[in-house]
């Protein structure tokens, strides 16, 4: 089976760091991937992780371990407009999400 | 502007009725792909298209069927609509091992 696991709320402050889990076990991997999701929008694409380590993009880092089937999502320096659904999504022979992950920035 | 858009926006219909969602994309993609997005927010795809090979997620209707006039576009269409199809409908485009590109999303509501 297929199981991306990632905790469904969090909460954090403007100008803060959070950090977003994503645990997965899937039948085949061809790379993982962070997309942001605000209410009623479309998902847009923000990482990419074939390779273990850090990748990092401006305010936005993810991680990925292979061997653990793990994965995060760091954003720095938090804005209210990084209010939004994160997504975590792993490729097999399809791309497959997560349910997502609501993040709340408050001032 | 180079995207993959997606027709309408909205659509409200009544149980029983037969409609389609027209998607396009003009990123030279070789894949195209449609989403279902639930009010869960869980996003849980329902095919995958490459002009080669069709791929059906065994969960899906046979209700639902999508058509591809050619590479750039892949419609889906429904028939017998039930309440339970109410949903945001998402199409989205690949080329290879990339990320993928989503639509603006079709926000499907039936009475």
């Known amino acids: 089976g297929q199981n991306i696991d990632q905790p469904t709320e969090m909460t954090a402050t403007e100008g803060a760091i959070v950090q977003i889990n994503c645990t997965y076990q899937?039948?085949?991997?061809?790379?993982l991937f962070w997309y942001q999701q605000h209410a009623g929008e479309a998902p847009t694409f923000l990482s990419y992780?074939?390779?273990?380590g850090l990748e990092e993009k401006g305010r936005f880092s993810s991680f990925l371990s292979r061997s653990k089937g793990y994965s995060y999502l760091l954003l720095k320096e938090l804005q209210m407009k990084d209010s939004a659904s994160y997504l975590c999504?792993?490729?097999?022979?399809?791309?497959?999400f997560g349910a997502g992950t609501r993040l709340t920035v408050k001032p | 502007d180079t995207a993959v858009s997606q027709t309408p926006k909205y659509l409200v219909t009544q149980m029983g009725n037969d409609k389609s969602i027209k998607c396009e994309q003009n990123?030279?993609?070789?894949?195209m792909y449609w989403y279902k997005q639930d009010s869960k927010k869980f996003l849980k795809i329902m095919f995958s298209?490459?002009?080669?090979?069709?791929?059906i997620n065994e969960t899906v209707p046979n209700r639902f069927s999508p058509k591809s006039p050619d590479k750039a576009h892949l419609n889906l269409h429904i028939n017998s609509l039930e309440l339970g199809d109410s949903a945001v409908y998402f199409c989205?485009?690949?080329?290879?091992?990339?990320?993928?590109?989503f639509g603006s999303g079709t926000r499907l509501t039936v009475v």
């Open positions: 298209y490459n002009n080669k090979e069709l791929i």
């Open positions: 992780n074939v390779l273990d």
């Open positions: 899937t039948s085949g991997f061809n790379g």
């Open positions: 990123l030279g993609h070789d894949t």
């Open positions: 999504a792993v490729l097999d022979n399809d791309m497959r």
């Open positions: 989205a485009s690949s080329l290879g091992s990339t990320g993928y590109t």
